[in-house]
Nanobody, 125 residues
Framework: QVQLVESGGGLVEAGGSLRLSCAAS????????MGWFRQAPGKEREFVAV????????YYADFVKGRFTISRDNGKNTVYLRMNSLKPEDTAVYYC??????????????????WGQGTQVTVSS
């Protein structure tokens, strides 16, 4: 069992930055690939980024490439999402999720086994 708690969301102006954190409980955190998803009002949840258990492999949705960076610290049981050059269209609830497949690059929700409760990110224009 893995429990995930996101933090770091908030209100930021367009062009600004935020760093989201996702703290995980459970001794096997380091064996999970970790992903970030987001859901904007009135839209379906969508994939943002994923990182392999070792941190050696990352994969991003096209719309965040070059702006967002996913990273993890297995010693702290935490995965991060650094978001730069934020745009109003990045406004959404951001969720982290854990995938038992250690090197997964999946962008599909059904491949993820555990989810956090989400953190709100609002980007003003």
């Amino acid at each position: 069992q893995v429990q995930l708690v996101e933090s770091g969301g908030g209100l930021v102006e367009a062009g600004g930055s935020l760093r989201l954190s996702c703290a995980a409980s459970g001794r096997t955190f380091s064996r999970y690939a970790m992903g970030w998803f987001r859901q904007a009002p009135g839209k379906e949840r969508e994939f943002v980024a994923v990182i392999a258990w070792s941190g050696s492999d990352t994969y991003y949705a096209d719309f965040v490439k070059g702006r967002f960076t996913i990273s993890r610290d297995n010693g702290k049981n935490t995965v991060y999402l650094r978001m730069n050059s934020l745009k109003p269209e990045d406004t959404a609830v951001y969720y982290c999720a854990a995938n038992r497949v250690e090197y997964s690059r999946s962008r599909y929700e059904y491949d993820y086994d555990y989810w956090g409760q989400g953190t709100q990110v609002t980007v003003s224009s």
